[in-house]
């Protein structure tokens, strides 16, 4: 069946109530003042930011990173000089109490550390 | 707008649009011209009437809500066919995932054409717009746009952003269903 000359594609067999197209248009440009109103007043979304937004948002998360970076560098380097100083006082209460000189102090942690 | 404004090119009218006390008429004399072709398009898509009343109201409320935005890059006619077909699309995929199953039987929408009330068509009319609502969707619109509204390969080509290679590969392969279909179920 060849449909390209055929009737059918001059029938328009679908139909619409009277006057349709003439209230459909007052239908629609009622509407209109309205959907105006709604996009006047519509809550933007805080991620609706747009370019600058992220940008600031990644320097201010960069930021905030070093900062705390920084911090901990810090903070773990007092501790490490902490732990030290304990560490330099409590061999120095050792060899006070024990009477152990240094030489052999350092002998004997020589030895542990090799495993002799 | 008055008749004499009907004269009023693309240009003259999208000037008409940017200035916000112009606007309203500008607009009001759009969805009178714009309003039939859109519906007919529309309505070979989704069939009811109920359902191509709903999307040509909401093509031209969108089209409102974005008028802001459109610059004149594209005709008129072009930015509102492109509003409608998405409307028409998100309608229809929403609706396919409903009733995917009721309409794998066949004559069942040539069925449903003849009872509803905005349909006077015989039954090769309706069996004619079941073959045509069987295409895939993309497909369908290039064929209606051919087909029924008369358009050339590049009015569609520049609507739907397709090549008119494709379209005219699109087109030639809707008819040879269409026809198959008809032979199948005469």
Same mark, same amino acid.
């Given at each position: 069946?060849?449909?390209?000359?055929?009737?059918?594609?001059?029938?328009?067999?679908?139909?619409?109530?009277?006057?349709?197209?003439?209230?459909?248009?007052?239908?629609?440009? #009622?509407?209109?003042?309205?959907?105006?109103?709604?996009?006047?007043?519509?809550?933007? #979304?805080?991620?609706?930011?747009?370019?600058?937004?992220? &940008? $600031?948002?990644?320097?201010?998360?960069?930021?905030?990173?070093?900062?705390?970076?920084?911090?901990?560098?810090?903070?773990?380097?007092?501790?490490?000089?902490? $732990?030290?100083?304990?560490?330099?006082?409590?061999?120095?209460?050792?060899?006070?109490?024990?009477?152990?000189?240094?030489? &052999?102090?350092? #002998?004997?942690?020589? #030895? $542990?550390?090799?495993?002799? | 707008?008055?008749?004499?404004?009907? @004269?009023?090119?693309?240009?003259?009218?999208?000037?008409? +649009?940017?200035?916000?006390?112009?606007? %309203?008429?500008?607009?009001?004399? %759009?969805?009178?011209?714009?309003?039939?072709?859109?519906?007919?398009?529309?309505?070979?898509?989704?069939?009811?009437? /109920?359902?191509?009343?709903? +999307?040509?109201?909401?093509?031209?409320?969108?089209? !409102?809500?974005?008028?802001?935005?459109?610059?004149? @890059?594209?005709? %008129?006619?072009? !930015?509102?066919?492109?509003?409608?077909?998405? @409307?028409?699309?998100?309608?229809?995929?929403?609706?396919?995932? /409903?009733?995917?199953?009721?309409?794998?039987?066949?004559?069942?929408?040539?069925?449903?054409? /003849?009872?509803?009330?905005?349909?006077?068509?015989?039954?090769?009319?309706?069996?004619?717009?079941?073959?045509?609502?069987?295409?895939? @969707?993309?497909?369908?619109?290039?064929?209606?746009?051919?087909?029924?509204?008369?358009?050339?390969?590049?009015? %569609?080509?520049?609507?739907?952003?397709?090549?008119?290679?494709?379209?005219?590969?699109?087109?030639?392969?809707?008819?040879?269903?269409?026809?198959?279909?008809?032979?199948?179920?005469?």
């Amino acid at each position: 069946m060849q449909i390209e000359d055929n009737d059918i594609k001059k029938r328009n067999p679908f139909t619409v109530p009277d006057e349709y197209f003439a209230k459909v248009h007052n239908r629609v440009m #009622s509407r209109l003042p309205q959907e105006r109103e709604k996009r006047k007043y519509k809550v933007t #979304s805080l991620l609706n930011v747009g370019h600058w937004g992220y &940008a $600031a948002a990644t320097i201010l998360m960069f930021t905030i990173g070093g900062v705390l970076f920084y911090n901990d560098n810090i903070q773990m380097a007092q501790e490490i000089t902490a $732990a030290d100083e304990y560490n330099n006082e409590y061999i120095d209460e050792l060899l006070e109490n024990y009477n152990i000189d240094e030489y &052999a102090l350092y #002998s004997y942690l020589t #030895s $542990a550390d090799t495993g002799y | 707008m008055t008749d004499k404004q009907q @004269e009023y090119n693309d240009k003259e009218l999208l000037s008409h +649009l940017q200035d916000p006390t112009l606007r %309203i008429k500008a607009f009001s004399y %759009i969805v009178k011209r714009y309003s039939e072709p859109l519906y007919w398009h529309i309505r070979r898509m989704v069939l009811t009437h /109920e359902d191509s009343d709903d +999307l040509l109201q909401n093509t031209f409320i969108k089209a !409102w809500s974005n008028i802001e935005n459109f610059r004149g @890059e594209s005709q %008129i006619s072009t !930015w509102l066919f492109r509003i409608a077909i998405n @409307e028409t699309l998100t309608f229809l995929g929403h609706k396919n995932m /409903e009733t995917v199953s009721l309409s794998h039987t066949d004559g069942i929408i040539a069925e449903q054409l /003849e009872s509803d009330t905005y349909f006077n068509g015989d039954h090769a009319d309706a069996l004619f717009h079941e073959a045509v609502q069987r295409l895939p @969707e993309k497909q369908r619109i290039v064929f209606n746009m051919k087909y029924f509204d008369n358009m050339k390969y590049s009015e %569609i080509s520049e609507i739907l952003g397709t090549s008119i290679g494709a379209l005219k590969a699109s087109y030639h392969i809707a008819v040879k269903k269409i026809e198959s279909y008809l032979t199948e179920n005469n």
